[in-house]
């Protein structure tokens, strides 16, 4: 498995898929899905009006990015209410996102969902309890997971410059944690070292 950080917007991300979570709770939209609403002229915050989302747990929505944006596709993931969202919940949430990526047979994602605020869900521990859930996926029987696919999967993550250190280091603990697992590259951005 591949992690690519990136210290640019979600929206700049050169992947098929790109996930935004968001609470059934919260309106308006905020963060990352503020971002993408605002990207789509307001199309996410339509869809609430005319009851065509609702963020309910496990709710899975699918629509073309239509240019706006690098990644082609959007899918959009219901969390639930913003009270009951956790590490826990989080890793309860990965078989069934691994299984609907990988029904789209996408090969490179990139993955945003929320942390802090009234979360309490810190990024650096966001990033390693996703990663720890897509490779918790190896060792489920019953699931149609396929090994290969998860192993070759790209994963991007993309917040801005401040929390990049601790991205980083939830993707080298869950590396650390997984490595007879899983093999896990990291790829950060280069430091820029001229004038």
């Known amino acids: 498995m591949d992690v690519i950080l990136s210290k640019e917007r979600i929206d700049t991300q050169d992947c098929q898929v790109l996930v935004i979570g968001f609470f059934e709770n919260e309106r308006p939209l905020k963060g990352p899905s503020g971002w993408i609403d605002w990207r789509l002229n307001g199309m996410l915050s339509r869809f609430l009006i005319e009851k065509k989302l609702t963020g309910e747990w496990k709710e899975t929505t ?13 899918l959009l993931l219901g969390l639930g209410k913003v009270k009951e969202y956790s590490y826990l919940r989080l890793r ?58 998860i ?33 896990i590259r990291i790829f950060t951005p280069s430091e820029d070292t001229s004038g």
């Open 151 to 183: 192993k070759n999967l790209r994963v991007y993550f993309a917040e801005e410059e401040e929390r990049f250190y601790e991205i980083l280091l939830g993707v080298q603990t869950a590396r650390s944690i997984l490595e007879e697992k899983i093999k």
């Open 62 to 74: 699918l629509i073309p990015s239509q240019g706006r944006i690098l990644p082609g596709m959007i």
């Open 92 to 149: 309860e949430l990965s078989p069934y996102l691994v299984e609907t990526l990988q029904k789209l047979d996408a090969s490179s994602v990139c993955l945003s969902l929320p942390y802090q605020g009234n979360t309490h869900v810190d990024c650096g521990k966001l990033t390693e309890v996703l990663i720890e859930g897509l490779s918790d996926c190896l060792d489920l029987h019953g699931y149609p997971f396929d090994e290969k696919w």
